[in-house]
């Protein structure tokens, strides 16, 4: 039997991981991103206390490598008498790890607006809240945009970890064909190649964000030129 | 505003300042640069939270709870903001929001109004300023003169009792500073209260009912706007005014 028929012929498990894999990813990045947004708002806007130590645990959130994290909530924390399965450690890793990096570029971000805009929308009868939705946030994403983009291209690989906390993904279905028939460089590409796909179109997505950002000379091109 | 004082480390800029502005009227606050008048402008919607003294928006004492000592909570200073314009110095539109957008912004989401109603009157107060055509552009295309009369359009729609104007013309070329002049001309003949900070001389002599004089974080003079500029009674006043003649 021909290698990639060997794969044909395991489609469905590669598929089923494939799926597994975007699902992960998905849901993970969105929550990743909404948590990041509060945790941005605690930061700036929260009382003295509670905003340094939300700062500080995204700090010590982003020093850590994902892969001992996964580990220590699947594998460490059942011996403090916390369990969780595979999914759920595998979605809390992801979320929680993704939005300290998300926060961290949208941080970075409010830095550079001018604090008139927020002063604006105060002036204009905003609460916090509103103005950080509707002024602060909006404005954060399209500037970030490339950079926010390439966290979540991250995200999205950071999910072949989880196979080894034994989430069957796409890389877990991958290995596994590859490790019965010996086949790893054909199971392996195909696998890489679906990654890119999915990465491919994440990038078209931020490339609108992107346009955009452009057409209301919030673009890093523009103000390029404009400078 | 009664005997509002503010200090930034530790330096006074304001001290006891009162104010008083009748419905209707526009008061031009003058002064020499570091004088106070922006911080002024800047506590009477709290943008500054003074040290000491109250400030009063028809009746009710902003920032502040009824107490008079803990702080009024965000909604509700919110809420009382949004019966007070403001137009900026440096403009401060939204740039994610095209012109219109950034009429309606406030309107629709502070205010509650519906979408339709918030464009209408959008559309009829960008014509009224002279800038219905730039109904859909960005922020960023637009010159100084027009982003300000945007800023005025926005302060408008918000159907404010009083229009705080931060030196609305001071980043403007001279020659954009007679279409934002003119559209505040045109709002204190329609009788809206309006307390303008501003270097421009010739139109808050022209405009004003009343000149605050202010040096040094102290009110220094008050008068009706000829009595002013033709007889100021204060030497730190006849000082100021020699430099724009």
């Known amino acids: 039997m021909n290698k990639w028929e060997i794969l044909w012929n395991h489609r469905e498990m590669i598929l089923g991981g494939f799926k597994s894999t975007l699902v992960l990813f998905g849901v993970s990045a969105i929550a990743a991103f909404l948590l990041s947004s509060l945790i941005v708002l605690a930061i700036r806007t929260g009382r003295a206390p509670f905003g340094r130590v939300v700062r500080g645990v995204v700090d010590g959130m982003r020093m850590l490598p994902f892969l001992i994290y996964a580990y220590l909530l699947y594998y460490g924390l059942p011996s403090l008498g916390i369990r969780f399965d595979a999914w759920t450690a595998g979605f809390i890793a992801l979320i929680t790890y993704h939005a300290a990096y998300f926060a961290e570029i949208l941080r970075g971000t409010w830095a550079t607006l001018s604090t008139g805009q927020a002063e604006a929308a105060r002036a204009h009868g905003f609460t916090t809240f509103m103005m950080y939705r509707r002024i602060i946030l909006p404005q954060l994403v399209l500037r970030a945009a490339p950079v926010l983009g390439n966290q979540v291209i991250i995200c999205l690989k950071d999910t072949a970890f989880l196979s080894i906390i034994t989430v069957r993904e796409l890389t877990a279905a991958a290995s596994a064909v590859q490790s019965q028939y010996f086949i790893p460089f054909e199971a392996f590409i195909v696998a890489i190649g679906l990654y890119w796909l999915t990465s491919m179109l994440i990038e078209a997505l931020v490339a609108r964000l992107g346009f955009a950002a452009e057409r209301k000379g919030l673009g890093y091109k523009l103000a390029a030129v404009r400078r | ?245």
């Open chain 2, 1 to 245: 505003m009664r005997n509002v004082s503010k200090s930034f480390a530790g330096i006074e800029v304001l001290r006891e300042v009162c104010l008083n502005v009748a419905h209707g009227q526009t008061v031009s606050v003058l002064g020499p640069s570091g004088s106070g008048k922006s911080t002024l402008l800047r506590c009477i919607n709290w943008l500054e939270e003074p040290d000491s003294g109250e400030i009063l928006i028809a009746g009710v004492r902003i920032g502040v709870r009824a107490d008079g000592k803990t702080h009024m909570p965000d909604r509700e200073l919110a809420r009382m903001r949004a019966r007070i314009g403001m137009v900026f110095q440096s403009f401060n539109l939204w740039p994610h929001l095209s012109v219109i957008e950034n009429v309606t912004e406030a309107p629709i989401h502070v205010l509650g109004m519906a979408e339709d109603e918030a464009i209408g009157r959008a559309e009829k107060l960008l014509e009224k300023v002279g800038i219905g055509e730039k109904r859909d552009a960005y922020p960023y295309v637009l010159s100084g003169g027009q982003k300000q009369r945007v800023g005025i359009a926005r302060a408008l729609a918000m159907n404010p009792e009083v229009i705080l104007f931060d030196e609305p013309t001071s980043a403007l070329d001279p020659e954009l500073v007679g279409e934002v002049l003119a559209a505040m001309r045109a709002l204190a003949e329609e009788g809206m209260t309006m307390v303008v900070v501003t270097h421009e001389m010739a139109f808050a002599r022209e405009v004003s009912d009343e000149i605050v004089f202010i040096d040094q974080g102290c009110v220094v003079e008050r008068q009706a706007p000829e009595a002013f500029f033709d007889r100021p009674q204060t030497a730190r006043a006849r000082q100021f005014l020699s430099r724009y003649t």
